[in-house]
């Protein structure tokens, strides 16, 4: 049995939507290795943690590593690290630049080569990126030049990836998110953020993990970008 478990790896898992992510993929039976930076030892044998800073290129091949040596495959990977820094475009730091393209973009380049390596020796894999709607629809009400920058990037690497490995068994897309209800948002906030969908509400997580377990499941789908986003794309 435990040859024919399917694996996945999910970056920023300590809370949030990766947390929700190892979860769901646990209650699926899936072997899960969950990393970030401030991630807990865990005791279910199934569920192996590595804390590391994702934008570390040994991070992301040590987890790989880690994950063969204790699993023996990786089917799955979830890209969910990342960090959004809403701003003026003018008054961005230095170190917000940096800091950013390393957790979004540093962060899924250097995991995801280990990663397909490892899915390409199996024959089959697939890579979901976690992305924003603000890409492809700008709203001035939330300027975050640095998130369209790396995430748009992504979004990108998604298409083209998809196209790359298309015949070698390994399919790659991403969701494209909303606002969510996480941590990150406060409770006094929900209301204002809201409504900035055309359905008046913030996502809720399980909304997120319906769209990933969605296109895990799909075998015909590759190079999609999944809108989670109320509506968001589609216009105001």
Known sequence: MGAEQKVA????????????????????NYRVVATSRSIKP????????????????????????EALARFGRVDTLINNAG???????????????AQVLSTNLNGFFFISQHAIKAMEKQGRGHVVQISTSLIDHANSNVPSVLASLTKGG??????????????????????????????MHPVETHEMLGGLHPMGRMGEMSDIID?????????????EILHVDGGQSAGH
Do not use: C, H, M, W
């Open 9 to 28: 790896v999910v970056t920023g898992a300590s809370q949030g939507i990766g947390a929700a992510a190892v979860a769901a993929f646990r209650d699926r």
């Open 154 to 183: 992504l979004n990108a690497a998604t298409t083209s990836l998809a196209i790359e490995y298309a015949k070698r068994g390994i399919r790659v897309n991403a969701v494209a998110l909303g606002i969510i209800k996480t941590p």
């Open 211 to 223: 769209a990933i377990l969605y296109l895990e499941r799909a075998p015909f789908v590759t190079g």
């Open 83 to 97: 960090i959004f820094i809403p701003g003026a475009f003018t008054d961005y730091t230095e170190e917000q630049y």
């Open 42 to 65: 865990s005791n279910d044998p199934d569920l192996l943690t590595i804390a590391g800073d994702i934008g570390d290129p040994e991070t992301g091949k040590r987890v790989i590593e």
